[in-house]
């Protein structure tokens, strides 16, 4: 009791108002540093993924990497980013065309095939070609790369297992499935439709429904890694790769699934989708620590300090609950969600905002059990900047934003709602989280 007052009250007060937007997000520094990385791609062209930890000058991969696809969604996005908020004289935004670099960027990716390792992860190589899509339907190079990305994808389907295989084995009856690839299935709508095949769409819910029945805990959280025996379709062994145990949780992961299966929602309407991303979302929200930052596993020990954050799960989680809040139809849940992506967003840029780094952000965690941490990473900037784009998209920011943010009018009713039922449960969860963490 004595320690729960002593807690509450070293709470700011100001937790029970929406955390601010950083101003950083549209900040001139942000679209100069993405125009330095586009002016200096390597030819033949190859993409960056993470910095080094020192000068945060950013490492190269060639085309056949997951990664590949974020520097040209990034350009797409910065093409957004300048619909939405115009160029000014001061904002940056028309220093580049950005369409232009995003689709010249695009096209190293156009050669990618089954053959190659990204197999697995053309969700995100295919993220360009969506945006393209978006902005011109009948762009047939773009239209035959989602088909032919969507193809991959379910070329790797077990129906004994129901799910895509991620990793290839040298066992090959050793199915293994990671958490990540949730964010692989829009590539399957998508496909669905543009050619009206429904096969692709049931694959996508059948992925979707195994990786509900058993890739998340009891609480919410979820394992990185599922084997299945392809040949009984059987689980043999829930496990983690990039995580810090097996019965731990890998924040990125987590925030892939949150992501994964707000999106499954978007493209289906079935609320068990709804009701899994928001498990998973609340696991997130209540496991971040008192200090407000993303660790790159929940439960990797917190000596020696600091434990290693994780800026791009910070900043894809930040993605994950607006989009959340945007299949939400009551105010308190959206209002719930926006009002934890905000405060990752105002944590995560007071820690691992860099300006004299190539990328945007540092602090992040490529792969912790191999030794790669404390670099900046393309997908973690990219999350930045699509969640900019998000809050202005959503009325929440408008471009030049300092200081407090205030609601747009349609959600201020939800807003008022929110200060009064917050004390009923933040003492619980504080004391919750001191007992966890301390
Ligand atoms: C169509 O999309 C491709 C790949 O995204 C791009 O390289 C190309 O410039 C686009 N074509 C047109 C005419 O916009
Ligand atoms: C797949 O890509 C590799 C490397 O670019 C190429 O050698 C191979 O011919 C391609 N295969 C198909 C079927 O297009
Ligand atoms: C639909 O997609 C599946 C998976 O790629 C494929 O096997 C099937 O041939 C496609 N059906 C048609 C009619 O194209
Ligand atoms: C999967 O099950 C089959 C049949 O029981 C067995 O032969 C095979 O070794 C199993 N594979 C793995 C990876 O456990
Ligand atoms: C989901 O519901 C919305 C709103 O009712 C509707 O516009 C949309 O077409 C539905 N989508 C699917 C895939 O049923
Ligand atoms: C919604 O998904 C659940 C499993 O996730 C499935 O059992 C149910 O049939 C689906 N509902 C519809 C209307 O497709
Ligand atoms: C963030 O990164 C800086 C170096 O860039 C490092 O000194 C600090 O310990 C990191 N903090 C966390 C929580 O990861
Ligand atoms: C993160 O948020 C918490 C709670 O609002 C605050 O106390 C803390 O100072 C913040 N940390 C950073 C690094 O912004
Ligand atoms: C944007 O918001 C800031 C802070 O609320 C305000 O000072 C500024 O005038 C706003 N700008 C526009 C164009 O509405």
Not at 71 to 79: C, Q, R, S
Request: contains cysteine.
């Amino acid at each position: 009791m004595v320690k729960t007052s002593i807690i509450i009250s070293t709470f700011p007060l100001s937790a029970l108002a929406l955390a601010a937007i950083p101003s950083e997000l549209f900040a001139s520094l942000l679209p100069q540093k993405v125009l330095d990385t586009f002016n200096a791609l390597p030819s033949p062209i190859q993409y960056p993924q993470y910095t080094d930890t020192v000068a945060g000058e950013w490492v190269y991969f060639s085309p056949d990497t997951w990664t590949s696809g974020f520097l040209p969604t990034i350009g797409y996005a910065m093409n957004t980013r300048k619909a939405l908020c115009g160029a000014t004289p001061t904002n940056g935004l028309g220093s580049a065309d950005w369409l232009s670099l995003a689709r010249s960027a695009s096209n190293g990716l156009l050669s990618l095939n089954a053959s190659r390792s990204i197999a697995h992860d053309v969700g995100f190589i295919s993220f360009p070609f969506v945006e393209e899509l978006a902005l011109n339907p009948n762009n047939q190079t773009a239209i035959n790369a989602v088909n032919r990305f969507a193809a991959m994808l379910a070329a790797r389907f077990s129906p004994v297992v129901g799910c895509t295989r991620s990793w290839d084995t040298s066992d090959p009856t050793d199915f293994q499935v990671i958490i990540d690839n949730m964010m692989n299935l829009e590539v399957l709508f998508r496909s669905a439709d543009l050619t009206g095949n429904s096969t692709l769409r049931k694959i996508a819910t059948t992925h979707a429904d195994t990786t509900m029945k058993n890739h998340i805990r009891a609480d919410g959280s979820t394992w990185h890694v599922v084997e299945y025996n392809s040949t009984t379709g059987l689980v043999i062994k829930k496990r983690t790769s990039q995580g810090f145990s097996d019965d731990s949780t890998w924040s990125r992961g987590q925030a892939w699934g949150i992501y994964g299966f707000a999106n499954m929602y978007r493209f289906t309407n079935n609320t068990s989708y709804l009701t899994t991303a928001q498990r998973l979302a609340t696991y997130f929200l209540n496991s971040i620590p008192s200090d407000g930052i993303v660790p790159w596993d929940f439960n990797a020990p917190l000596t020696p300090a600091p434990r290693p954050a994780d800026s791009s799960a910070a900043t894809l989680a930040v993605n994950a609950l607006l989009l959340l809040a945007q299949q939400e139809s009551a105010p308190d849940a959206k209002q719930k969600w926006i009002g934890g992506a905000l405060q990752i967003l105002a944590n995560i840029t007071t820690l691992a905002w860099k300006p004299s780094w190539q990328s945007l952000l540092s602090n992040g965690t490529v792969n912790k059990p191999s030794n790669n941490f404390l670099t900046g990473i393309v997908y973690g900037d990219y999350y930045y900047i699509k969640a900019g784009n998000e809050l202005v998209s959503m009325g929440l920011a408008n471009c030049t934003t300092k200081g407090a943010t205030s609601l747009p009018q349609s959600q201020k009713s939800s807003a008022h709602r929110l200060t009064i039922s917050f004390p009923c449960w933040w003492p619980l969860f504080v004391l919750w989280t001191f007992l966890i963490y301390k």
